[in-house]
């Protein structure tokens, strides 16, 4: 017995075909919004709201001002911090005696690990096309969560310094929203040797690739990452 089948079957037979790539396709390669990679590496304080500072008056060291006004990035541009990489740490509040406590009990090897890890983890988005789980796969849950727990010989508290700041509503206008609020801000400078920190990422990522498998994209996009790391990182 022969079974016919009509032509619109075969048309959507065809277009079932063609759903199944399409949906096959949205899964595989998502690619996220420009939000994604966007990222603020300043706290956004003007040098005009300050009130007070460590030292007395208004005005702040070199490091600091450099960081408030273009991030982490203009502070290794310092000659001071030639050769290394720069980190600062910060917490705000009401409560002065916490916060120089915190700051007074800042450890390069309990709690620099975290910097450590959040900017490795910055680097591995912004070099991702995708969402870098889809990047690299299991490689970058790998790298970012040893990174969490590594150690970093060679890490340094060089400074901590605190600033007052009025941020208090500016409307005049409003009388009853116009009271001056005050707040502390406390940051802890650390830095370390490029070559030391590079030699403990080198091994976080060679570890991370031997238990990571990985599929021909994200082992080529694992490769890339290796050979292009410590640009702009």
Request: charged residues 25%.
């Amino acid at each position: 017995m022969k079974i016919k089948f009509s032509f619109a079957f075969y048309l959507l037979f065809i277009f079932f075909l063609f759903s199944c790539v399409s949906q096959a396709d949205n899964v595989f390669i998502p690619v996220p919004d420009e939000n994604f990679f966007i990222y603020e590496d300043t706290i956004g304080i003007s040098v005009f709201d300050i009130i007070q500072t460590k030292d007395g008056g208004t005005s702040v060291p070199v490091w600091l001002s450099l960081f408030l006004n273009g991030g982490v990035e203009a502070v290794e541009n310092h000659y001071r911090f030639y050769g290394k990489y720069v980190f600062i740490e910060t917490n705000e509040g009401e409560n002065f005696t916490a916060l120089s406590r915190w700051a007074d009990n800042y450890s390069e090897a309990l709690d620099f690990p975290m910097l450590a890890a959040a900017r490795i983890e910055k680097k591995m988005i912004k070099s991702a096309s995708l969402y870098p789980d889809d990047e690299y796969g299991r490689f970058f849950e790998r790298l970012v969560k040893s990174a969490y727990s590594a150690d970093f010989p060679g890490a340094v508290k060089e400074e901590t310094y605190w600033i007052k700041v009025n941020t208090g509503n500016d409307d005049v206008d409003d009388i009853s929203n116009n009271s001056i609020l005050e707040n502390y801000f406390f940051f802890v400078l650390i830095s370390i040797d490029k070559p030391l920190m590079q030699d403990v990422i080198y091994n976080l990522i060679e570890r991370a690739s031997e238990v990571s498998a990985a599929t021909r994209p994200q082992a080529a996009a694992i490769n890339n990452i290796k050979q292009d790391f410590y640009t702009d990182f």
